[in-house]
């Protein structure tokens, strides 16, 4: 990929800027929309969790600052910081690499979501009580938000949730921490820190603390598919597919079981389970390795 030019403070201000700009922008243009087609009935509805129209003006929402916001961001941020746009989606690699890609996501599940669970169990000392409840709360709107997303009775329902859900904010949040963020972290800092630092920023723009851990560590996870392979397109088919399983499960089972509180029981053959994820996780990343260093 392309060589960063301008100093990191510079590109990372500017990236940031960019990101929250065309965020507000991107969501007024996504209201514009819902009041098009649904009146001022589809803003007021957004309150009411049983309102069809408030509902599709959200997803409206979501699916404008999700790609309008991080997408454009993200090509915008690499377009000044040259890292030529159009040359890093123009690198798709080779399919056998989106392939792996694609089933190292479908691996990582058990893991990601026993760290997941392990993250949950985060109790803060007293004196920070006050945080404690922010994070619980902040995770219980984000949940209720997650799951009206995740109501579906038609086969509609599940195209349009994975259109909002794992296809744009694949594409978006793809091209602005691993297509620009990561690479500009890469003019001053080693591959692996950069890696982490976006990963950990990935995970702490969502604001959601309750899940911290796993969504680092699959930005990791994604930073390294980029970092080998020299293009962002492993990393979009990975994310698209991690969420993307999780939508399909919802349509199948229920949003519950998305969800909903995850309390495993411990043993034996559930720890050989997150055993046996970590082993095969590992071991097509290592294919994937070898294969991008040919």
Do not use: C
């Not at 098009?36 to 803003?43: S, T």
């Not at 990601?112 to 219980?140: C, H, K, M």
Request: charge should be negative; hydrophobic fraction near 50%; proline fraction near 4%.
């Amino acid at each position: 990929m392309s060589e960063v030019r301008g100093s990191l403070t510079r590109n990372l201000f500017l990236g940031f800027a960019l990101l929250i700009g065309l965020i507000i922008i991107s969501s007024l243009v996504g209201v514009a929309i819902t009041i098009i087609f649904y009146g001022m009935d589809g803003l007021a509805g957004m309150t009411n969790p049983d309102d069809p129209k408030g509902l599709a003006g959200m997803k409206i929402i979501q699916m404008a600052y999700g790609l309008g916001g991080f997408g454009f961001a993200g090509l915008l941020a690499m377009k000044f910081a040259h890292l030529q746009p159009l040359e890093t989606l123009k690198k798709t690699g080779p399919l056998p690499s989106l392939l792996i890609a694609g089933f190292v996501a479908l691996t990582a599940l058990p893991l990601v979501s026993f760290t997941g669970y392990l993250n949950s169990q985060l109790v803060l000392p007293d004196f920070l009580s006050g945080l404690q409840d922010w994070i619980e709360a902040r995770e219980e709107v984000s949940q209720g938000l997650i799951l009206q997303f995740l109501q579906q009775s038609e086969p509609i329902d599940l195209v349009i949730n994975l259109v909002m859900i794992a296809i744009i904010p694949a594409i978006g949040e793809e091209l602005f921490f691993r297509g620009f963020l990561q690479r500009v972290f890469q003019s001053r800092y080693s591959a692996h820190v950069s890696i982490w630092l976006a990963a950990t920023i990935f995970s702490a723009i969502h604001l959601q603390f309750l899940g911290f851990v796993p969504r680092m560590l699959l930005g990791a996870l994604f930073g390294y598919l980029v970092f080998w392979s020299g293009s962002v397109w492993p990393a979009i088919v990975a994310h698209a597919i991690n969420n993307g399983t999780a939508v399909v499960i919802s349509y199948m089972y229920g949003p519950e079981m998305v969800e909903g509180d995850f309390e495993p029981e411990i043993s034996f053959f559930f720890l050989g389970g997150v055993t046996l994820s970590l082993a095969l996780t590992v071991g097509l990343l290592s294919i994937y390795k070898k294969r991008e260093a040919k």
